[in-house]
């Protein structure tokens, strides 16, 4: 392939999982008051309009007001915040999701006027620990914005924050083992790839235990309720509480990058990526090829189609991890510290060593 | 009831009940007021008195007699299903003593009559105000207190005294009353 | 074993408690309260409660108003249950002038006080749930609690603050179509009590929240002076409504539910179970509740109707003396105490004679646990102090009146 077209190839795969992500995470904010809403008998945000036209656009348009909101309050540091710190901490929150959904694979490889192009972002060999790596850099956001910003509660919330993070990032790495073991690879694409076909090669099917797991383990490191203590709005109201304005809006879109993230990574693991169970996508492309032709357009809808699914799972997984933020509680910290290291962390283990004795069960049959 | 709780009163201390009150449906009792911690020991441990629950403690401003407050316990017992009211004057400037050891309940019932009456708990131990602030004049339930009495200005209390080494950075506020520009 | 090595350079972290107050604002201190708590990581060491922040000198007011205009300071005491202070008040003060009330406005006070309590408990148990977290439960038991203030809307003109009782009776007869209001409200009361019962009770993140914290001993409660649910929970079975039957409280059937333990876990189903039990009595007095009049026929004592107001002189003078002195109540003492939503809910009046207090009293029923709230959190978890907050369901209006 020539350079050039690599190149952009690359632009439109980077624009598209970028603005899909950053799309999604703004209309999750939306989602979230509307089915919270939907949740608690109430009718959520409808007031936002534009001025002259009736229709207010079922409140989406609180989306930009939102924004615009953001960007025109006060940008307020406390007097004794460690200044450069301050300031950075809610970049570290967004920049590190960002990077890390370039692994995430939204399509499988289609074939664009004779060239073979994989629907990812950077195909690294290091595969999802890239993934592991950037989401655990997160931690420090909320660390720093905590110590730096020279409050008591915000203290509590970084230390809140940085002890959940890492219990639980432990017991999210063990339960991606059991998929390794299953699929022999850390690529997410080739764990994508294995699962096309039959619904039994999907990774729920395979270590149904460690999807439960990872889901618990996922919710926790996105920090929202049930396991939202950084943040516990009524005890310690969390470690962005002296921020205001754009960085805070920063944090914002950090926490439903996460939820994104968390659930593009369910669908990629567990949810058979972009597949539709018994449904081969090279088919597709070959009998869309004989109906109209032509050299862009098999490609071009193949692809639109694999994306449309994928999308449409996380978009399931994302509503999944709203209704668990609106039904439950919030944990205690000792408590959540038992359930990450006492709980989760032996399954986690007991998970790894139950799919070992399978695998070695099922190559000696 | 209540004649059987005069008559354990009076086995423990002579002459501690001055008299009985009238008041319609309950019993009240006025007590001397330099035995009121044994009274209400008696009245709590005994058990046939065995008034366990401080419900309230309060007082009423008598301007112009002689004991002028008129502290009153009232008090329950559980176990008999009873209700008794204690009362006890005080005189102005005189103390009357506490039964914040007797019932722990009454530690800031007390507080609080201090804070209104400027009754004079002797062994409270921590005998401050509790609804008004500590710069407040006066007593604001006597009698004597005119309804819409303006109270002086206090001056601003800070928290943390500002610190003098550089990398602290004082608020404009703090910066202010540093130099002495906020005393008006 | 050997000393750890010891850096000149590296300077110790401190590790002694952190002082933090959580309050006068702070999201789950209800009213204005501070707590200087002394933290050790997340455990509470030390606390101090400090009050005051919301002082409107009720009693000071109460003495420069005629009987009949003080009910409007007690609708802002507990302003969840107005209609059980408005009640108290007046009942003492009727004790105090030897008022006896016709039965139909002794029922409607046991329908309105028991009304109010379910209000108050559905404030309560809501408020102590959304500050755990869960907001969806805040929200169904509210809209149940918006419909019980409808009803108070129509009975009184006024959804918060009732000022429904009067010297000798009440200000306002049930209206037309009550019974089917009821019948619809506590139908739907029961709806949300049920998603209540279903989210909370056997939610195991609640549960754990919720059980063995914020214990007190049934000794240390009765000490401190302890009344209502929280007394309830540790077992202790006080329950004036039982004890010293007032208004028409003997003639309908009802349970006093109590706990074993004394925490937050038991105090939250003592409150869902008075719920439902208050409901039982509401729907008992509506049966009983004779026919006739909702105050006492004295023209001293409660306004002449408008019909004798403008017809006849007698009327006229009656209602002229009323407004501008006030009932004449005649001098001595009375203490009166209600089983408020709360607790023990009492007003010790002074009269010197005429038509103005001396001295009005309103027990303060939150004030005892509030103070001793410490006593209550010391060693436990900075998260626990706020269920436990929750259930003590602290007033600011009522704590400092």
Request: net charge negative; hydrophobic share 45%; with cysteine.
């Amino acid at each position: 392939m020539e350079p050039l077209w690599q190149a952009i190839a690359a632009l439109v795969k980077i624009a598209i999982i970028f603005g899909f992500g950053m799309t999604v995470a703004a209309i999750l904010t939306w989602q979230e008051r509307k089915q919270s809403a939907a949740i608690q008998d109430r009718i959520g945000p409808n007031r936002a309009a534009i001025p002259g036209i009736p229709f207010k656009f079922w409140g989406l348009l609180h989306l930009a007001a939102d924004g615009v909101k953001m960007i025109f309050k006060e940008d307020f540091m406390p007097a004794n915040a460690s200044k450069f710190l301050f300031q950075i901490a809610p970049l570290v929150a967004v920049v590190p999701l960002i990077l890390s959904m370039a692994v995430i694979p939204f399509g499988g490889t289609v074939t664009l006027s004779g060239y073979e192009i994989s629907l990812q972002v950077a195909n690294l060999n290091a595969g999802i620990l890239f993934l592991l790596a950037f989401g655990s850099l997160s931690v420090y956001s909320s660390v720093l914005g905590g110590f730096a910003s020279d409050n008591k509660f915000g203290l509590i919330g970084a230390l809140r924050t940085s002890a959940q993070m890492v219990s639980y990032e432990i017991a999210l790495g063990l339960t991606l083992v059991g998929v390794f073991m299953v699929y022999q690879t850390v690529m997410l694409d080739e764990i994508a790839a294995a699962q096309a076909g039959s619904l039994l090669n999907w990774g729920i099917v395979a270590q149904p235990f460690g999807f439960l797991l990872f889901l618990a383990a996922a919710i926790a490191e996105t920090k929202r309720a049930p396991f939202d203590l950084p943040e516990g709005e009524s005890e310690i109201i969390g470690y962005f509480l002296e921020y205001s304005g754009l960085k805070f809006g920063l944090f914002f879109i950090g926490e439903f990058l996460e939820v994104v993230i968390a659930a593009m990574l369910i669908t990629t693991l567990f949810f058979g990526s972009y597949h539709i169970p018994w449904l081969d996508w090279a088919a597709v492309e070959v009998w869309l090829n004989g109906l109209i032709g032509g050299a862009w357009l098999p490609g071009l809808i193949t692809a639109c189609l694999m994306m449309g699914v994928f999308v449409v799972k996380v978009l399931f997984f994302c509503f999944f991890q709203l209704m668990v933020r609106w039904t439950l509680p919030r944990l205690r910290y000792d408590q959540l510290m038992a359930f990450g290291w006492k709980l989760l962390l032996p399954l986690a283990l007991v998970n790894v060593v139950l799919t070992a004795l399978v695998l070695v069960i099922v190559d000696s049959l | 009831m209540l004649a059987k709780v005069v008559a354990e009163l009076e086995k423990t201390a002579k002459d501690v009940v001055l008299g009985q009150i009238e008041a319609p449906d309950d019993d009240c009792l006025m007590i001397e007021r330099s035995r009121i911690k044994a009274v209400c020991r008696v009245l709590k441990d005994n058990p046939a008195c065995d008034f366990k629950l401080l419900v309230d403690l309060t007082c009423v401003d008598w301007l112009g007699q002689d004991e002028r407050f008129e502290v009153v316990y009232q008090l329950y017992s559980i176990t008999h299903n009873y209700r008794l009211r204690l009362k006890a004057r005080v005189p102005e400037g005189e103390s009357i003593d506490t039964v914040s050891d007797v019932w722990r309940g009454a530690l800031h019932v007390e507080r609080e009559v201090y804070d209104m009456f400027g009754v004079d708990f002797a062994g409270h131990p921590k005998l401050t105000r509790i609804l008004m602030y500590d710069e407040f004049e006066g007593h604001a339930l006597r009698k004597d207190y005119p309804l819409k009495k303006h109270q002086p200005r206090v001056p601003l209390r800070w928290p943390i005294e500002p610190k003098d080494d550089p990398p602290y950075n004082w608020t404009r506020f703090q910066r202010a009353r540093k130099l002495g520009l906020d005393d008006d | 074993m050997s000393e750890p090595r010891q850096d000149p350079q590296v300077k110790r972290l401190p590790d002694d408690v952190m002082d933090i107050q959580l309050g006068p604002s702070h999201p789950a201190m209800h009213g204005i309260i501070k707590l200087d708590t002394k933290l050790s990581g997340e455990t509470v060491v030390d606390m101090e409660v400090s009050m005051g922040y919301l002082h409107r000198a009720f009693e000071k007011m109460c003495e420069h108003r005629d009987w009949n205009q003080n009910v409007v300071f007690t609708d802002r005491l507990n302003y969840c249950s107005a209609a059980a202070n408005n009640c108290a008040y007046m009942s003492a003060v009727e004790k105090l002038a030897g008022i006896e009330l016709p039965a139909r406005a002794q029922w409607m006070r046991v329908i309105v006080s028991e009304l109010s309590r379910v209000a108050d408990h559905l404030t309560c148990v809501a408020a102590s749930v959304m500050e755990l977290g869960g907001l969806s439960v805040y929200l169904y038991l509210i809209e149940a609690r918006e419909e019980i203030y409808m009803i108070f809307d129509k009975i009184c003109g006024s959804r918060l603050t009732h000022s429904v009782a009067r010297v000798g009776g009440m200000a306002y007869d049930l209206y037309d179509g009550f019974e089917d209001d009821i019948e619809r409200v506590f139908a739907l009361t029961r709806k949300f009590m049920d998603q209540g019962h279903v989210m909370l009770t056997r939610n195991r993140i609640f549960y754990d929240r919720m059980r063995d914290t914020g214990t007190v001993s049934e000794a240390d409660a009765i000490d401190f002076g302890f009344t209502g649910p929280v007394l309830r929970s540790t077992g202790c079975a006080y329950d004036i409504r039982k004890a010293m039957p007032y208004w028409t409280y003997d003639q309908v059937e009802f349970d006093v539910p109590t706990g074993e333990r004394g925490d937050n876990y038991d105090r939250y189903l003592i409150r869902m179970e008075e719920m439902e039990q208050a409901m039982r009595i509401v729907e008992q007095a509506i049966e009983k509740i004779p026919e006739g009049d909702v105050f006492v026929h004295d023209y001293k004592i409660f306004v002449p109707p408008k019909k004798e107001t403008y017809n006849h002189i007698e009327g006229l003078i009656h209602h002229f003396e009323l407004v501008m002195n006030g009932p004449q109540i005649k001098a001595g003492d009375a203490y009166f105490a209600i089983e408020s939503p709360n607790g023990e809910h009492g007003y010790y009046v002074v009269s010197e004679g005429g038509g103005m207090p001396y001295r009005v009293r309103a027990r303060p029923t939150c004030m005892p646990m509030t103070m001793f709230f410490p006593e209550m959190v010391k060693g436990s978890m900075i998260a626990d102090i706020i269920p436990t907050f929750g259930s003590i369901n602290m007033i600011g209006g009522e704590l400092e009146r």
